[in-house]
């Protein structure tokens, strides 16, 4: 209780409201994204599309080039960084974050007019 009169009112306003900017933060960014892919048109949308396009086939060719050592062994459905091996798991890993950037650029290239 003699916390809270000492701390004047910081624990429970972050309790409550600590919420509140990160909150805030995250929609104004949203809102500028999807303003800034909303009015895009012409060469730099084809500029987005070809970087879109880039980094899928380069994380595709990273889980590829990845996961080809258990394609060679047979086994062609498994899922996840433990059925690659230990010396390519960073491979797999990159592959999938910019595979999944990719993903992201193009969900973002589908709100503009084109």
């Known amino acids: ?6 701390g004047k009112g910081l624990e429970t306003f972050l309790e ?3 919420l509140f900017l990160p909150m805030l933060i995250i ?3 949203t809102s500028v994204v999807f303003s800034f892919f909303g009015n895009l048109t012409g060469k730099p949308w084809i500029y987005f599309l070809i970087a879109s396009n880039v980094l899928l ?3 595709a060719a990273l889980i590829l080039y990845a996961k080809i050592p258990i394609y060679r062994s047979g086994r062609f ?4 960084v433990k059925t690659v091996p230990v010396r390519l798991s960073g491979f797999y890993r990159w592959g999938w974050r910019i595979f999944l ?3 992201v650029l193009s969900l973002c290239l589908l709100v503009s007019r084109r």
């Open 77 to 80: 459905f498994t899922f996840g």
């Open 16 to 18: 409550h409201w600590g």
């Open 27 to 29: 929609s104004l960014a």
């Open 101 to 103: 950037l990719g993903v």
């Open 1 to 6: 209780m003699e916390r809270r009169t000492e």
């Open 57 to 59: 086939i380069t994380g």
